[in-house]
């Protein structure tokens, strides 16, 4: 563990240091604020002490910039003071625990131990391919225990082949993964690095472990790809060829909560004696306090598990017999009455439930699920009534009851997870596997079911990779609705492409070029019924043959073009001809490339390949903000229409939240505009922590961000989402490049719809108005 330790006292910071380096901690100690900034800056420490009296910069206001720049490292400040506001100060300052002077060393020891405890984040697992092994928990490759010199794109490289076995990599895909946007190398710089990185592999012992693919990119040989990740708590193997079947989630609900009612049919009966026992005593008016708490405890635990077995109506009867019970005082002749009739109505569901007979064995879980949708709740009830929403859709669902199960049958990637991180496992192997998930390629995208709403745990979960955060209790439609948003959002990543030829048999032969490479293809044989499949399966990109029956592939691409929804949508024509007058035709009319028959696999991949590279760009392009990279005004307003389709559909409210930049013109003029674009910069990563829970997060420029909340009023927002977020946002303190600090004011207002509007317009109209007020 490394520590920063930040004390402009010789004496004192000699002693702290003593302390730490005995308990095997790595150590630097510095004297300045300033120079723990700087440090701070270029080395990830796991735990910062700093003197809140430091010269050059005070250590409050260090940790202010340490928290703004993103800093997630526990903090512990070392104060005099004993005053209540300096340690307030402290706290809001980003703080994670303080300590007064004089210090007790014991003390300091236990408080240093136990915030490395609270910020231990679970090692990612070490990827082992035969006698290469790279482990990203300390960045260290090496084959056949002999340690590999990499540069850190060599690095990257190699584990980005290596969490992905099998799948080609284009020299785009690599530009994507590894580079930002503000900072694209060249084509060659990518081959110049797969050059080096084979050179250190092949002098290391591994020779032609990565292999170019003609016309497509690079992948790991798959003579090599049988991967093997090896935890450091275990062992888990990687088999890519392995497929298993499993009970659909019906089957196992049914199966498990039969098993599950004998197993505890006995304790069940036990609680429902309590009761008769209590109702025996109450008509005879003999009921003792001793025995009426005793009911009402058994009452309240029935009433938490009668539901699971599709008991409703026995949770009610339990829950009203609770509500009685708890009543203070003697109760009334009529709730004895009352009392007497539900006992006995419970006691009757009870006999029938008693005599159901259940013959289902209970079948083990699949290691290994091919749903699109993975729920990991140990809520069987839930399952069962997301899997309704599911097959709706026409898409599997598959329920893991516990953790370690998740993590063994995790061999393929689904299309979602749905994870309750508080009811499986403990937090920090949540953390782990949802690492896992956000580092896949491409990402699964993983919906987090959490018991409290806390700000630190929606920022610690957005940061280990989840993309929406739900509080309980909930409804599967409240999930679903969720759900439902962020797999049209992961959409991007599959390929479906539409091939229209009269030919069946290139229909045929284009399934095994194009599908083992993660395309969906549909065919379609007759042109009459373009149209129709066109608008039922809205394809990434459309094969077109250029001559058909009926009509031709040129007359249909025609047709496409004309219509604003489709306008954008990539087409490649497949032709026999090779004449330049049959080209410049394809161009004319729309068409972005062509394949001359007959086809060869490699050059229509690559084509194929390229032209859904720039499609993806384009569309990142148009619908992202570039400075905060969230949805700019006109993607946001579709998604907020989405929003309010669903929030009529439902019956639900929906609100929607502008944040304003207040003082943004005169930060411009005053500090520059790299300034305020910093700010904005900051802000945007704030909001997209806070807001992950599938709310709605845009850009709308000159300092304003929109964010629509649904299911929640306006009070509920003001309350639980807003007032931590605008705490936040007052303790961020940017430094300009003259030295000056300044913080930037924030204007906020709630609007809820159907109350203040019922367009996004009218509901914007009445959020500018609150604000001028």
Not at 32 to 51: F, K
Not at 247 to 274: H, K
Not at 695 to 701: A, H, K, P, R
Request: hydrophobic fraction near 40%; charge should be negative; include cysteine.
């Amino acid at each position: 563990m490394r520590i920063l330790l930040i004390e402009d006292d010789e004496i004192l910071a000699s002693v702290l240091l003593q302390s730490l380096i005995q308990q095997h901690y790595v150590v630097d100690s510095i004297q300045d604020g300033q120079a723990g900034w700087e440090y701070s800056q270029g080395t990830h420490y796991d735990l910062i002490l700093i003197d809140v009296g430091l010269p050059k910069l005070d250590g409050i206001t260090l940790c202010q910039r340490l928290r703004s720049s993103g800093c997630s490292a526990p903090i512990l400040l070392i104060t005099a003071k004993d005053a209540t506001s300096d340690r307030i100060r402290g706290l809001d300052a980003g703080a994670d625990d303080y300590l007064i002077k004089p210090l007790d060393l014991g003390e300091l020891q236990a408080r240093v131990r136990a915030l490395l405890r609270r910020s231990d984040t679970p090692r990612t697992p070490v990827l082992e391919v035969g006698a290469l092994q790279l482990d990203p928990s300390i960045c260290q490759v090496t084959y056949d225990g002999q340690q590999l010199d990499l540069t850190p794109k060599e690095y990257s490289l190699l584990e980005l082949l290596l969490r992905n076995p099998l799948r080609v990599f284009s020299r785009g895909n690599i530009i994507e993964h590894l580079w930002t946007f503000d900072d694209p190398p060249q084509e060659e710089t990518v081959k110049s690095h797969i050059k080096w990185l084979r050179h250190k592999l092949k002098v290391a012992g591994a020779v032609d472990w990565i292999e170019n693919v003609y016309g497509l990119g690079y992948r790991l040989n798959p003579e090599k790809a049988t991967t093997t990740e090896k935890s450091h708590k275990g062992e888990i193997t990687q088999n890519f060829s392995t497929s298993y079947t499993s009970a659909s989630v019906e089957q196992q609900f049914d199966q498990a909560m039969s098993g599950l009612w004998s197993q505890y049919q006995g304790l069940m009966t036990q609680r429902m004696e309590v009761l008769r026992q209590a109702a025996a005593a109450l008509a005879n008016e003999t009921l003792t306090m001793e025995l009426r708490q005793s009911a009402e405890r058994e009452a309240h635990k029935l009433a938490g598990v009668l539901g699971m077995f599709e008991q409703e109506t026995g949770t009610r009867i339990a829950r009203e017999i609770e509500q009685i019970l708890d009543k203070d005082g003697e109760l009334l002749p009529a709730q004895k009455c009352q009392l007497l009739s539900l006992i006995q109505e419970l006691g009757n569901l009870f006999n029938l439930m008693e005599e159901k007979e259940v013959n289902q064995p209970i079948t083990i879980i699949g290691k290994e699920t091919n749903a699109k949708l993975l729920l990991i709740d140990p809520n069987l009830q839930l399952g069962y009534q997301l899997q309704q929403f599911t097959q709706s859709v026409g898409m599997g669902l598959q329920q893991i009851t516990s953790l370690e199960d998740a993590k063994n049958c995790l061999h393929t990637s689904p299309n979602l997870v749905v994870l309750s991180v508080d009811e499986v496992g403990q937090r920090k192997e949540s953390l782990e596997l949802l690492s896992n998930l956000a580092t896949r390629t491409p990402p699964v995208p993983v919906l987090v079911l959490a018991a409290t709403d806390d700000l630190l745990d929606r920022v610690t979960l957005a940061k280990s990779g989840a993309r929406a955060f739900l509080v309980k209790p909930l409804t599967a439609n409240q999930i679903w609705d969720v759900a439902s948003q962020l797999l049209q959002r992961s959409r991007s990543s599959e390929v479906n492409v539409l091939v229209v030829d009269d030919d069946p048999l290139i229909l045929a032969a284009l399934r095994p070029i194009l599908e083992p490479w993660g395309m969906q293809i549909i065919g379609l044989n007759d042109p009459l019924r373009f149209w129709e499949v066109l608008q039922a399966t809205t394809p990434d990109l459309l094969i077109l043959d250029v001559e058909m029956p009926q009509i031709s592939g040129i007359e249909l691409c025609q047709a496409v073009r004309t219509d604003p929804q489709w306008q954008e949508l990539p087409i490649v024509f497949l032709t026999a001809h090779r004449e330049i007058e049959t080209v410049q035709q394809v161009f004319a009319v729309g068409g972005d490339d062509y394949v001359v028959k007959p086809v060869v696999g490699a050059e229509l991949l690559a084509r194929i390949t390229h032209r859904l590279e720039r499609t993806r760009l384009l569309q990142f392009l148009s619908t992202k903000d570039p400075l905060t990279g969230l949805a700019n005004q006109l993607q946001s307003s579709r998604d907020l229409q989405h929003l309010i389709t669903q929030a009529e559909k439902n019956q639900q409210s929906l609100c929607l939240v502008v944040l304003s930049v207040t003082d943004l013109h005169q930060i411009n003029i005053k500090h520059g505009y790299e300034m305020g674009n910093q700010v904005l910069q900051q802000w945007s990563r704030l909001f997209q922590s806070a807001f992950c829970g599938g709310e709605v997060l845009g850009y709308w420029g000159h300092g304003e961000f929109l964010v629509g909340v649904s299911g929640l009023t306006k009070i509920e927002v003001s309350d639980r989402r807003l007032s931590d977020i605008l705490t936040t946002l007052r303790q961020q303190i940017f430094t300009a490049p003259d030295g000056q600090r300044f913080q930037a004011i924030c204007s906020s207002t709630v609007v809820e719809y159907p109350d203040d509007g019922l367009t996004i317009q009218s509901l914007y109209q009445a959020a500018s108005l609150k604000i001028a007020l």
